[in-house]
């Protein structure tokens, strides 16, 4: 929590005034209960009219003095925590494009996007709430103690007695009931995810004939949120008529001390009155109290989950040598590289050694969970390797500054995403300041280029959100151009050709080989028909290279390499 | 308007089953306030009897008190049963509501998931239903005691003192005014800020939901700008709408004190003129305080209660929606099916004007292995979900063992149909569950052949309780490939005579895959069998290839005889081989 506070900074003078003017609101609706007592002491036994004039004329100026006075705070706190939560997400949304692939997989984006959502909203109004009622409910309740003892000390005890035994039970029914509550949740979270998991499963569901089924296991997680809805509901229910209970007991307890008090002169009626006004305040305000920890609470939990993602530090130390290579495609080596990702028992990869050529093309083959994909995140540097070196131009890719390296790489990532706005701002993310032609090229090259030709705009044509008017084939070749754009040294093709058919897959692998200054190319893919006219094949197996040389070799030599290629043509096919 | 009272209608009609609930809940409210209302009467008479020094009556305050005792204990004891009385209406009301829409669900054509996101139905049956509790909780908790309140107060006051009565009467409305003013004000500027807010949440959602594609693409700098531009935006318009709103109180509670001072005057004079007692004009000031709370507490639950009628709605179309239509009444049971299959100039569309299929003929014997192949888009899922009768033809017909699927009943034909899709689905549960969720009463063995057949046993067993381990939602912790091979050992376990493989194998590597092919190729005997598949290596094998193109089979043959015609199919394949 402690991290967030600094966020306040700018807003000291609101985080001051917002309370005061609140407390000064306060005071003056403390007075009233005594204007009224000396209109019943006073004004109503005189028979002084002027007098009862006068006293209304001065309540009706401490209301409007306080209505001021409140206004006044609303302002300032509003102003304090809408600005503080607007410089809290600034700030996480900036921190959050600092972390490094490892700290974005061990936290999640998911959870991330929520932080930055609803917890934070949550924490503003939590801000909000306690500048304006955190300490003037509290001081209402001392106030009007306070203001009892002024009345009378053995009247005033009594006060004492009710607000402690008040602030008791609220404290406990509230310990009752928050774990009470956080069970309904989880039981909700229960029956979201069964009917989640049946419209998922529904084609599979009806195959096997289970509706009946799942209607019955449906049916008992809901009965089950039920049965503890109502069982919370109960205890909850209980709040309200004891704090009445109480309040009027004391409220009884206070008019039979003072009969006898008024009987023996020590007490005027007026100042029974008085205190039975306060009486009343106290009960409004500490039901206010009670709902306002309530919400505190839930801020504060999400002020420390928030806080925990501030807490968070990049594991990577960017390095300080530019990357100069301009516009030449890159020499890459990996030396004995071997890599864990956090919290994994075993590498996801060990030993590996190669080297390309600048401007060659390396195939990357080997089953689910062999370490393809690890093996490409190492080269722009999404992950340091946990052993070995990765050298991009001869140099540990280490030692560059992160941006000026990525600059010249390519990645087309496996699921294709394309981001709203026009198809001419998705494609200049490959490189800011590309021109119509620059991006008309790529999108050739990508196979792309006549069906954005043939949307209303062409370039500009708006994407919607996840690009969802586009196919999946359409995306995955759009994702191609956006790569090619950059006219990198480096191109990476994750696995991103699988919604491609043949030939538009050997299509796009020939249009890049006949680029100007075409790029160093590292494929992965599971079929073997993508990487076997590569320069050169890696075959992983388990995390480990198995194979590395051309097909015709590896046919020789490999024989997971075999297996993978006649799983896919057939043993036979290759004699031919 | 109207839509609303139909809404309403069906709302009593759930809370039916709980009238005996629902009466009490409002006798008990109706005692509760009213006696509440009560007690600044006894207050104001205890206060009249404190007179001066030596003339208090103890004897008769102390009857005071004792009376205020009962009521309060009454009081206390009416607002806790009726508040578990709400509840338990609520939540078992809700209940009920849920299970009919969950129900209902089960029963809704395929076409109905297919076409509305995952996500609207479950906020319907979640979220709206949540909702909906909440405002009746908070409908009838607050409505009819609020209701009650006021008339009691109203009469009350009237009975004590009209003239002063009157003047609360007269400057109430003010104080209703002041906060519909506010809120009128405040409602565009809060729906600016909802507008603003859903772009900022838009922007979160695709800038770090692809936190690693930004990286990727070095794009940190321009994510970050383009947030900060718009939260700077939304500050300025959220500071506006927040600090407007947040004066309905303060506006109010100025109204409800000025009131209150109005009372004390009039009061104080008729006082004066002994038209009234100390007593009373304590009870009436108490009651010029808790007045207004009512009306604010009612105008509360009336956008509470619309907000509760609109997601009721919301619920209800989801149990309207037009179930599919149900097996005939005579329609058979099919036990065995032999397997063969006649498609008779079927025709079928998604969308009314798009026809998608149009005319086609299949003839399938028992046990033939049939391959479906051809571009993203030209049927072949379409074909399946014909198969299966997850949607009914538009036109012609489809014949299981010479009698039309839809004269048999779902189930049953669903029954004789083993499928493995690319997408899988496990239930929740452990390992055991899934592979038995066609074959419940498998024996240990059985569930163990069938997985080592389709080679799942040797990572289940690597698992920490093997065959027992729960699997979480959505699978959790297994790998894709993994889920496939469960699927399959179900398809291995309970063997049905018909199966559909939409590329059953496509997550699995080809290695493992060469493995299973045997088992497949095994239970594929005698079975007639639908495959999908984009390697043409694994379709290479059938009896019969059906490429399909635009919905319709442009060629049809096994592989040798395709090739040799030199057709789209033979262009395909050969374009595995092409550089």
Request: aromatic share 8%; hydrophobic share 45%; glycine share 8%.
């Amino acid at each position: 929590m402690k991290n967030l506070w600094k966020y306040f900074g700018s807003y000291k003078k609101e985080c001051v005034l917002g309370p005061l003017f609140k407390l000064l609101e306060a005071s003056f609706e403390l007075f009233i209960p005594l204007v009224v007592k000396q209109i019943i002491d006073v004004g109503i036994p005189n028979g002084d009219e002027g007098y009862i004039i006068q006293r209304v004329l001065l309540m009706a100026a401490l209301t409007f003095i306080g209505l001021v006075c409140s206004l006044t705070a609303q302002f300032f706190s509003a102003r304090a925590a809408v600005g503080f939560s607007a410089k809290v997400k600034s700030a996480v949304f900036s921190h959050v494009q600092t972390l490094s692939y490892a700290e974005l997989d061990k936290t999640g984006t998911s959870t991330l996007i929520t932080r930055l959502t609803s917890d934070i909203n949550t924490l503003q109004g939590g801000v909000n709430m306690s500048l304006r009622l955190f300490l003037r409910s509290p001081f209402i309740v001392f106030g009007a103690v306070v203001m009892a003892f002024t009345i009378d000390v053995k009247a005033a005890l009594i006060f004492v007695v009710t607000v402690l035994a008040l602030s008791l039970v609220v404290y406990g029914i509230m310990l009752i009931t928050v774990p009470m509550h956080k069970k309904v949740q989880n039981d909700l979270d229960k029956v979201t995810a069964a009917a989640r998991s049946n419209i998922g499963g529904v084609r599979v569901i009806r195959a096997f004939g289970l509706e009946e089924k799942e209607e019955e296991g449906f049916r008992n997680s809901n009965d089950a949120l039920v049965r503890m809805q109502i069982l919370a509901g109960k205890i909850s229910a209980l709040l309200n008529p004891v704090t009445f209970v109480l309040i009027n007991l004391g409220l009884c307890y206070l008019i039979y001390q003072g009969g006898i008090a008024v009987d023996t002169g020590r007490l005027s009626r007026g100042a029974v009155v008085a205190l039975v006004n306060y009486m009343s305040q106290i009960l409004v305000e500490l039901i206010k109290l009670a709902n306002l920890i309530v919400q505190l609470s839930r801020a504060l939990a999400c002020g420390s989950r928030i806080s925990s993602v501030m807490d968070i530090k990049s594991s990577m130390k960017d390095g300080d040598k530019e990357y100069a290579n301009e516009s030449g495609a890159a020499e890459l080596e990996f030396k004995d590289v071997s890599f864990r990702y956090v919290d994994a028992a075993e590498d996801a990869i060990s030993g590996i050694s190669f080297k390309l050529p600048a401007g060659a093309t390396l195939g990357v083959i080997g089953g689910t969970g062999s370490g393809k994909s690890s093996v490409i995140n190492l080269i722009p540097r999404f992950y340091d390797t946990t052993g070995g070196n990765v050298y991009v131009d001869g140099t540990d890719v280490s030692q560059y500054k992160e941006a000026s390296l990525r600059r010249r790489i390519a990645v087309v990532p496996q699921k294709s995403v394309l981001f709203t706005g026009t198809v001419r701002e998705n494609l200049s993310w490959g490189r800011k300041d590309a021109t119509d032609e620059d991006m008309e090229e790529a999108l050739k090259m990508a196979q792309a280029y006549d069906f954005v030709m043939e949307k209303e705009g062409g370039l500009d044509y708006r994407v919607a959100q996840g690009g969802s008017n586009f196919s999946g084939g359409q995306k995955q070749r759009l994702a191609i151009a956006r790569a090619l754009v950059r006219k990198p040294a480096i191109l990476i093709l994750d696995d991103s050709t699988s919604a491609l058919d043949y030939a538009t897959d050997a299509a796009l692998r020939k249009a890049v080989k006949e680029m100007k200054d075409a790029p160093t190319t590292v494929i992965v893919s599971q079929r073997s028909a993508s990487i076997m006219h590569a320069d050169m094949i890696l075959v992983l197996d388990d995390g480990h290279a198995v194979g590395l040389g051309t097909h015709d070799e590896l046919m020789k030599g490999c024989s997971v390499y075999q297996e993978i290629y006649n799983s896919q043509f057939g043993g036979d096919e290759y004699a031919k | 308007m109207r839509s609303n009272a139909k809404i309403i209608r069906r709302i009593l009609h759930y809370l039916k089953p709980y009238w005996f609930f629902m009466l009490c809940s409002v006798f008990f409210a109706a005692v509760s306030s009213l006696l509440s209302l009560y007690l600044p009467v006894l207050t104001g008479q205890a206060v009249d009897l404190l007179i001066d020094k030596g003339l208090v009556d103890m004897e008769a305050l102390k009857g005071i008190i004792f009376r205020m005792l009962i009521i309060i204990g009454i009081s206390a004891l009416g607002q806790w049963i009726m508040n578990a009385c709400n509840n338990h209406v609520a939540y078992c009301s809700v209940r009920d509501i849920r299970k009919s829409a969950f129900a209902r669900l089960q029963k809704l054509p395929l076409s109905y998931m297919d076409s509305h996101p995952t996500g609207d139905s479950l906020s319907r049956l979640i979220a709206d239903v949540d909702t909906f509790a909440d405002g009746l909780l908070m409908g009838f908790t607050q409505f009819f005691t609020g209701l009650l309140t006021i008339v009691g107060t109203l009469f009350l006051m009237l009975s004590i003192h009209k003239l002063v009565a009157l003047v609360v009467i007269c400057l109430t409305p003010l104080s209703l005014f002041v906060a519909g003013f506010i809120a009128k004000n405040t409602s565009s500027l809060f729906k600016k800020q909802s507008v603003t807010k859903a772009v900022q949440t838009s922007i979160i959602d695709e800038m770090i939901g692809n936190e690693k594609l930004v990286k990727a693409f070095s794009h940190e700098a321009e994510a970050a700008a383009a947030f900060d531009e718009n939260n700077a935006e939304l500050e300025k318009v959220a500071l506006k709408a927040i600090f407007f709103s947040s004066l309905t109180n303060p506006s109010t509670r100025f109204v409800n004190n000025l009131i209150y001072a109005l009372v004390a005057l009039f009061g104080g004079f008729a006082v004066i003129r002994g038209h009234l007692s100390v007593g009373s004009l304590t009870a009436f000031l108490s009651y010029a305080n808790q007045y207004t709370k009512p009306f604010n507490e009612i105008s509360g639950v009336v956008t509470e209660l619309q907000n509760a009628i609109t997601c009721a709605g919301r619920v209800f179309e989801l149990a309207d929606e037009q179930p599919q239509t149900p097996d005939k009444e005579d329609a058979a049971v099919l036990e065995q099916a032999k397997g063969g299959l006649k498609l008779d100039g079927v025709k079928f569309s998604y969308v009314e004007d798009k026809p998608l299929i149009t005319g086609l003929d299949l003839n399938v014997k028992p046990g033939e292995r049939v391959a479906i192949v051809g571009p993203t888009g030209c049927g072949k899922t379409t074909l399946i979900n014909l198969l299966m009768r997850f949607y009914d033809v538009k036109g012609g017909s489809i014949a299981v063992d010479g009698k039309d699927i839809r004269d048999y009943t779902r189930k049953s034909l669903r029954a004789n149909y083993g499928m493995v899709l690319q997408e899988t689905w496990l239930k929740p549960g452990t390992i055991r569950d899934n592979i038995t969720l066609g074959k419940p009463d498998a024996t240990d063995e059985e569930v163990i052949a069938a997985a080592k057949n389709s080679h799942a046993h040797s990572f289940i067993m690597q698992l920490p309780k093997q065959y027992d381990t729960v699997i979480g939602e959505e699978g959790g912790q297994l790998s894709q490939g993994q889920k496939q091979l469960i699927c399959i050992s179900r398809i291995m376990l309970s063997l049905p005579p018909m199966l559909i493989l939409d590329e059953a194998t496509s997550s699995i590597d080809t290695r493992t895959e060469l493995k299973i092919q045997d088992a497949f190729a095994r239970m594929m005997k005698g079975r007639t069998s639908f495959i999908v598949a984009h390697r043409l290596s694994t379709i290479k094998e059938a009896d019969t290839i059906l490429v399909m193109k635009d919905g319709n089979i442009i060629e049809q043959g096994d592989h040798r005889s395709l090739l040799k015609a030199g057709g789209f199919y033979s262009k395909l394949y050969r374009s595995q081989y092409e550089m």
